[in-house]
């Protein structure tokens, strides 16, 4: 029987983070992309179209990640599309990271004083201009914090497509731990990688919520 | 090569169903009771309590923060046993949620205590109540009140989270949705079917606990 050191264990747990942070990273630029389209729906002037966008949030904010995956994986499999995990992962990662970045940046964009949007419509500005000029660049300052937040929540959430059979972190550990019959060495280390992943990240969102709030604390 | 759905298998595993919603419900009254539990008084120990502790707490407040629930419940099930802890499947899941919510609803109630004036804290000591009998009668409630919104959220959350349970085998309704589609190949529909009750959960749960929020913190008289 081949014995493995820690340093084996460690080795081959890092060499699936790559996928941990590919996966992760992904998932947080198409969701905001998607996200910021949501965003825009979301606080349209036509009320279908705010319904239709909180519809959408709610449905994803109030279901399990877990079987938003079965269904992307499983489900579309019977349409007759091949869906393979990575692409059932991404999928599901960026709609549902979507979601929850648009409900952050809805705050940030009804944070912003009223009458910003009207003396910019005074201006002659049409809304994309406005959003452009005036609301997104004030908005923006305020979103960082929670939105670097936001990011532990997407790398925390990756852990979950090990369960549809994607090879990142989580399932090497189960992997790894199969091989070594050392699931306590294995997963704890497992956890202090993504520690050392998410720790970093909501340090920042903390202390940059306390400089940016500087400017508001006048109370 | 159209597909047809076909939600005919519900008249016969609804039992199943069933039995995992009651599971999933067991598993968030018992993690949001003892878990908010917990949450108080790593609360009260990271902005009240003595000096020593206050390094501990956070300890375990940002590891847990920073990890997936996933792998906190993969280490307390099969990490644990080889330090001698054996515990059941359902007993694992239990453990696992209450000691995730600890760590969320602990820095979401740290917030509602430190948002208490610092004249509450004057008040309670110059009637004569030790730091403690403030703690409790004088500050815990109206920071309850103030983050009650936010908590509600988190308990919502650790309900949605907990469908992972059914990767130790806990027979959750996550579990009874994989058990139906994998006998009658029915995914699509089991998965849609469980979904929906798991967004009717939420919304019910959510309800339920601002329900509870309004029957338990006085209203009081305008500011």
Known sequence: MTEFTTWDILRNLLLATR??????????????????????????????????????????????LLMQLFIAFFGLGLFGIDVPAWLAAGVAL???????????WRGCVEAIAKGQWEASASLGMGRLQQMRYVILPQALKIAIP????????????TALTSIIGFVELSKAGT?????????????????LIYFALCWPLSKSSQILERKLNVAHRNH | MSYQFDFL????????????????????????????????????????????????????????????????????FFGLPSLGVQLGELSAANLAMIINLG???????????????????????SLAMTPFET????????????????????????MLGSAVVSQIAVEDLTFAANFIQSRTFRAFEAYIVSTLIYLALAILLRQAMLALGGLVFPRRAAR
């Open chain 2, 135 to 158: 703690f409790r009668h004088v500050v815990l409630v109206p920071s309850l009140q103030r983050i009650w919104p936010a908590l509600s959220s988190q308990v919502v959350i650790v």
């Open chain 1, 94 to 104: 960026v709609l549902w990271s979507a979601a929850f970045l648009a409900e952050i």
């Open chain 1, 175 to 191: 992997i790894v731990t199969n091989a070594t019959f050392q699931p306590f060495t294995v997963y704890g280390l497992v956890a």
């Open chain 1, 146 to 157: 929670p939105t670097v937040g936001f990011s532990v929540q997407v790398i925390k959430g």
């Open chain 2, 9 to 76: 298998w519900l008249g016969e595993y609804w039992p199943q169903i069933a039995k995992g919603i009651a599971i999933t419900g067991q598993l968030t009254l018992v993690g949001g009771v003892v878990g908010v539990s917990l949450g108080i008084a790593c609360a009260w120990a990271r902005a009240l309590g003595p000096g020593f502790l206050k390094p501990v707490v956070g300890a375990y407040v940002e590891l847990i923060r920073n990890t997936p629930f996933l792998i906190q419940l993969f280490f307390i």
């Open chain 2, 103 to 125: 760590a969320y609803s602990c820095e979401i109630i740290r917030a509602g205590i430190q948002a208490t004036p610092r004249g509450q804290f004057e008040a309670g000591a």
């Open chain 1, 19 to 64: 996928w941990t942070l590919l996966l992760s990273l992904v998932s947080f630029i198409g969701g905001s992309v998607v996200g910021l389209c949501l965003l825009w729906l979301r606080i349209s002037p036509r009320a279908a179209l705010r319904r239709l966008a909180k519809g959408y949030i709610e449905l994803f904010q109030g279901t399990p």
